[in-house]
């Protein structure tokens, strides 16, 4: 709940800087006596951000560009080499340049697809590590009955995974990767390469495991583009047509924030639906939220206060949350930037306030739909809480005071796109081996 726009803060992560980033390339160096930080130092600039964006990523990029002397331009090469770098066994303080023996006996592609089924089926059932040895040599198991790679033994190819090619490591009794996005990345590989890779990636779409796979749908987007738009980005185009867009920046505004989430609108007198509670000090009317509408998913309200014939009232947008699956990927192909002007709409204006009076009424709910739009789009005030709900989803990457909005041009781009694929598709079927 977000009790007074004017005066909350939105707080949020910051990923990794390169600041940080370069006085941790140090330490490493001085850790293993060698200069490849200091070499990578020199060209942190032309770094990805995604690249840096935590400590464990840092030192991944490290131990590659240890071995390989160049930088990955894209995510999905970044961990490729990874695995490269990995499987060759090149130790950075080793100069002869040998591979450690694979107990396993897998040779490179074989060991990569057995990593990527026993990933796949660690995501299905909500793992990010095993509690033991033996779970672990269970799941190895189940991997190779998906993936049809036979291993010396199960056993043994998790003792590569260790030691050999050391993507996991021991912490107690526990096995895990280093870090969880290299589960995350050959989950992503296996559906690539899956052989009905539309098919499968579509169920896990549509499924209660979406949430859980939303990293992994991320690399998948970098690795197959086209895949990831033809089933993902797909989907919400073509509930984005059918929501519509609106004809002005106000209507595209309330039109972007329905396409996402199911919202209504109310003014509520505040000596009947509020309670005080002190922050910092002072003393705030907080919104008694609808316990009927909160069983029915709509947790959020956002909301002002403004003064008509000498009573209080809140103006009140409550909503539900993203769909759990919605991908910021596919909201970023389907929607544009747009500068917001928030300071300026911080007070209700007792015009604002009288108009809405008439149009939403007192003490009850209203749908956001599109009847409601067409009266509500040129109260200024009643924007600016729209606008804030789709502030406080920007990327951490958006420009400041800037909001996503559903752009037409870019939905119809992705609809033609996978048209025209789809077409291609039929008119070659059968002359393509």
């Not at 909500?126 to 799941?139: I, L």
């Not at 539309?198 to 949430?211: D, G, N, T, V, Y």
């Not at 502030?391 to 909005?405: G, H, K, L």
Request: charged share 25%.
């Amino acid at each position: 709940m977000l009790p007074d726009i004017v005066n909350s803060e939105t707080f949020r992560f910051l990923p990794f800087n390169q600041l940080q980033a370069k006085s941790l390339l140090k330490r490493y160096d001085t850790i293993s006596g060698l200069d490849v930080g200091e070499n990578l130092y020199k060209q942190i600039d032309s770094v990805p951000t995604k690249f840096i964006e935590s400590p464990l990523l840092v030192s991944l990029l490290y131990r590659t560009f240890g071995v390989n002397k160049s930088i990955a331009d894209r995510i999905c090469t970044f961990y490729d080499e990874i695995y490269h770098a990995l499987y060759k066994g090149h130790d950075l303080i080793n100069k002869n340049g040998y591979g450690r023996e694979k107990k396993s006996n897998l040779d490179f592609e074989d060991f990569r697809k057995l990593l990527r089924a026993m990933c796949y089926y660690m995501m299905l059932n909500r793992k990010t590590s095993f509690e033991n040895w033996s779970e672990a040599t269970m799941y190895i198991e189940k991997a190779i009955a998906i993936s049809s790679i036979e291993p010396s033994s199960p056993s043994k190819f998790l003792d590569d995974l260790l030691i050999s090619v050391p993507l996991m490591h021991r912490d107690g009794n526990e096995i895990k990767f280093f870090h969880k996005t290299l589960l995350e990345y050959f989950t992503a590989e296996y559906l690539v390469m899956y052989k009905s890779s539309s098919e499968l990636l579509q169920k896990l779409f549509i499924s209660k495991l979406a949430p859980s796979f939303d990293k992994t749908f991320e690399f998948l987007a970098e690795i197959n583009s086209s895949l990831f738009d033809n089933v993902i980005t797909h989907h919400f185009a073509l509930l984005a047509n059918n929501n519509g867009y609106g004809n002005s920046y106000a209507e595209n505004v309330y039109y972007s924030l329905r396409f996402q989430r199911h919202c209504k609108v109310g003014l509520w007198s505040i000596s009947e639906f509020a309670y005080k509670k002190k922050m910092r000090d002072k003393d705030h009317f907080i919104f008694k939220q609808d316990k009927r509408l909160v069983e029915n998913g709509y947790r959020t309200s956002i909301y002002n206060e403004g003064i008509l014939n000498g009573e209080k009232y809140f103006i009140v947008i409550t909503h539900t949350e993203l769909p759990q699956n919605f991908h910021k990927f596919a909201w970023h192909s389907l929607s544009t930037l747009k500068k917001t002007n928030l300071e300026t709409k911080s007070d209700f204006s007792n015009k604002d306030i009288e108009e809405l009076f008439h149009i939403l009424g007192r003490n009850t709910w209203n749908t956001l739909d599109d009847e409601l739009i067409e009266k509500i789009k040129d109260n200024s005030s009643l924007l600016g809480l729209a606008e804030a709900i789709l502030e406080n989803e920007s990327d951490a990457f958006d420009e400041m005071d800037s909001i996503r909005v559903l752009s037409k041009e870019k939905v119809d781009t992705i609809l033609y796109k996978v048209k025209s694929e789809e077409d291609f598709l039929i008119e070659t079927e059968g002359l393509i081996a």
